[in-house]
C-alpha cells in the first residue's frame, strides 16, 4: 500500500489477519449451528484444532525455513541400526512389549490404484490385505512372548466404517484392535479464505468439502478420543506408529530395547526411521539440525533456489520411512501445554466442479523438534517397503518375498539385496486390470529392470532376468507365452509372438 509507512504496513497486514480469523470463527459457528448431538461435540473438538492451524497458517510468511541456517545433524544424533543390532537382548522382551502399542495409519483410500474403499482393505500376498498381515504380525508377538501388544488403527472419516466391519472377523485373534478418528477439517476457498462448506453434513454437493488434516493431526486426535489416556492408564508407554500400506513396518524388537532401555534423565521419546536415500527417494523428507534441534525437512519447505540441492543424494544422504516410535507420556505433556509444533503443509486442489480450495494439513514427523532427546535410526531399506502402486505390489507378491507370521522378507535366493526397478505403464494403473494381465506373478529373483508398456498380457510361469523392456506399440498386443524365459530382452510391438 502506498504511502503507508512500515510500521502502518505491519498494522495493516495484522488487521487484515485478525478480521479473516474474524470471518472464519463466525462461519465455523454457523456450521455447528447445523449439527446435533455426538456430531456437535466431535466437530467443535475438530473445529478447535482447525483454528488453531488456521491462526498459525495466518502468520506465517514466506518458506518456514532460513536456508543458512540448516546444518547436518551431528553424528551421535542419527545412530546406525547395526550398533543398536548389536547390543543383546535381555531376557525380559516381554516386560518392553507390553510397554508398546502399534500404531497403523489408516487413513487412505485405495483411489491411486484404482480401489474403492480403504487402501488397507486390498489384497497384496496370498490374499491376505494389508491389515490382515498387520494383525498376523502382533498376533504372532503377543503368541510367541505372552504379551499384550494392542493395535490401534487412525482411521479418516473415509475409511471408518467400512474398516470397523471388517474388524470383527479377527474376534477370535489375539490382538485387541482400537480404532480412533483423524480430525474432519473444512477445506478452505482459496480467494475468500473461508469454508467451502454449507452445512455439518458430508453427502450430496457437500461429500467434497471436508479432508483429514494430514498424519501430524495424529497427536491432537488420539489425545480427543480419549484412548490416549486409557492406554497410560493400562501401562503403555510408546507407540510404534507407521503407514498401513508400508509392509517392511514391522515390530523391531532392538529399536524397542534401546527406547526403554535408557537411562531417566536421557529418555529418548521420539526415534524416527530414517534409510539410504536412492534416486527414487529424493523427494522425501530429511532430517536436519535447525536451532540445535532435529528437525524434519519436508520437500514443500525448501525455497525454489535450493530444491535441487535438497533432491542431492550426497549433500542429504537419508530420508524418512515415516516409522516412528514416541513416548505416550510426552504426547500427553504437549498437547496439554499446546506444545506441539508443526510445520503447516498448504495443499492446494481443484474441486470436481472446478472451484480452487486449499487443505492445511501437517506431517507426524515434523513433530520430531518438540520432544526431548530426540533420535534418528538409519534403519536398512528393508523396512521401507511401501506399496503406493501396482508396480509396488508386483514386488510384493512376487518370489522376491517370502512370507511368514505376517512379515515379508527378501528371499535368500536373490543375491543382491536391493529391490528390481518395475515401472508398469498406464494400462496396469488399477489393480483389476493388473490382475487379468498376469496369469501368475512371474519369477522375478534374478530382475534388476522392468519397463512394461501398452497392451502386455503375461502367461503362467514367465521368468524374468537382468533388464526387460516390454513395450506394445499402438493398437498392438503382446501375449508372452506361459513359460517363456526373457533375459536381457526388449521386446516391442511388431513382435507378436516371442522365441523361448
Excluded at 518458506?63 to 525380559?92: M, N, T
Excluded at 543424494?313 to 537419508?318: D, M
Excluded at 535366493?413 to 498376469?438: A, C, D, I, M, N
Aim: contains cysteine; proline residues 5%; glycine residues 6%.
Amino acid at each position: 500500500v502506498r504511502g503507508v509507512p512500515n510500521g502502518g504496513m505491519a498494522q495493516f497486514q495484522e488487521e487484515m489477519r485478525q478480521q479473516l480469523e474474524t470471518s472464519m470463527h463466525a462461519e465455523l459457528e454457523k456450521l455447528l449451528d447445523t449439527a446435533t448431538g455426538v456430531d456437535k461435540e466431535v466437530s467443535k473438538k475438530d473445529f478447535d484444532g482447525f483454528k488453531k492451524l488456521f491462526h498459525r497458517f495466518l502468520q506465517v510468511k514466506g518458506p518456514s525455513v532460513d536456508w543458512p541456517k540448516i546444518h547436518r545433524p551431528p553424528e551421535d544424533s542419527i545412530q546406525p541400526y547395526d550398533k543398536i543390532a548389536a547390543l543383546p537382548l535381555p531376557d525380559s522382551l516381554a516386560d518392553s512389549l507390553n510397554k508398546l502399542v502399534v500404531v497403523k495409519l489408516n487413513g487412505g483410500l485405495g483411489t491411486s490404484m484404482g480401489c474403492k474403499g480403504p487402501k488397507s482393505l486390498i489384497s497384496v500376498r496370498n490374499e491376505n490385505t494389508f491389515l490382515d498381515l498387520t494383525v498376523q504380525q502382533i498376533e504372532h508377538l503377543n503368541k510367541k512372548y505372552n504379551t499384550d501388544v494392542p493395535l490401534v488403527l487412525m482411521n479418516s472419516f473415509n475409511t471408518d466404517e467400512d474398516t470397523k466391519k471388517i474388524l470383527q472377523k479377527y474376534t477370535h485373534h489375539r490382538v485387541k484392535i482400537h480404532t480412533f478418528n483423524q480430525s474432519r477439517y473444512p477445506r478452505i476457498n482459496k480467494e475468500s479464505l473461508l469454508p467451502v462448506a454449507t452445512d455439518i453434513g458430508m453427502m450430496g454437493e457437500n461429500a467434497d468439502v471436508w479432508y483429514p488434516p494430514g498424519h501430524g493431526d495424529i497427536y491432537a486426535s488420539f489425545y480427543n478420543s480419549g484412548l490416549l489416556d486409557q492406554l497410560i492408564t493400562e501401562g503403555k508407554e510408546y507407540i510404534f506408529v507407521s503407514n498401513i500400506d508400508n509392509l517392511g513396518a514391522t515390530v523391531d524388537l532392538n529399536i524397542l530395547h534401546h527406547l526403554v532401555s535408557q537411562p531417566n534423565g536421557k529418555r529418548c521419546e521420539f526415534i524416527m526411521e530414517v534409510t539410504d536415500k536412492t534416486r527414487a527417494d529424493v523427494k522425501g523428507g530429511t532430517l536436519i539440525q535447525y536451532d540445535n534441534k532435529l528437525r524434519l525437512l519436508e520437500i514443500a519447505q525448501v525455497p525454489k533456489a535450493h530444491v535441487d540441492e535438497f533432491k542431492s543424494v550426497t549433500k542429504f544422504k537419508i530420508f524418512n520411512t515415516n516409522n516412528l516410535w514416541i513416548s505416550l507420556g510426552a504426547i500427553k505433556r504437549l498437547q496439554e501445554q499446546n506444545a506441539m509444533d508443526m510445520e503447516i503443509i498448504v495443499n492446494p486442489k481443484t474441486l470436481d466442479g472446478g472451484q480452487n480450495v486449499i487443505q492445511l494439513e501437517t506431517a507426524v514427523g515434523a513433530a520430531i523438534k518438540s520432544f526431548d532427546n530426540a533420535l534418528g535410526i538409519n534403519v536398512p531399506r528393508s523396512r521401507f517397503l511401501p506399496v503406493k502402486t501396482v508396480s509396488d505390489l508386483l514386488l510384493v507378491m512376487s518370489n522376491l518375498y517370502s512370507l511368514e507370521a505376517g512379515s515379508l522378507t527378501m528371499s535368500q535366493k536373490r543375491e543382491f539385496p536391493t529391490t528390481p526397478h518395475v515401472k508398469l505403464g498406464s494400462s496396469f494403473t488399477k489393480v483389476q486390470e493388473y490382475q487379468t494381465r498376469f496369469e501368475s506373478i512371474p519369477d522375478m529373483l534374478e530382475l534388476d529392470h522392468l519397463t512394461v508398456s501398452g497392451d502386455v498380457t503375461f502367461g503362467k510361469q514367465v521368468s524374468l532376468k537382468g533388464t526387460v523392456i516390454i513395450i506394445a506399440n499402438h493398437g498392438d498386443r503382446i501375449d508372452i507365452p506361459a513359460g517363456t524365459i526373457l533375459e536381457n530382452k526388449i521386446v516391442s510391438g511388431n513382435l507378436r509372438i516371442l522365441d523361448h
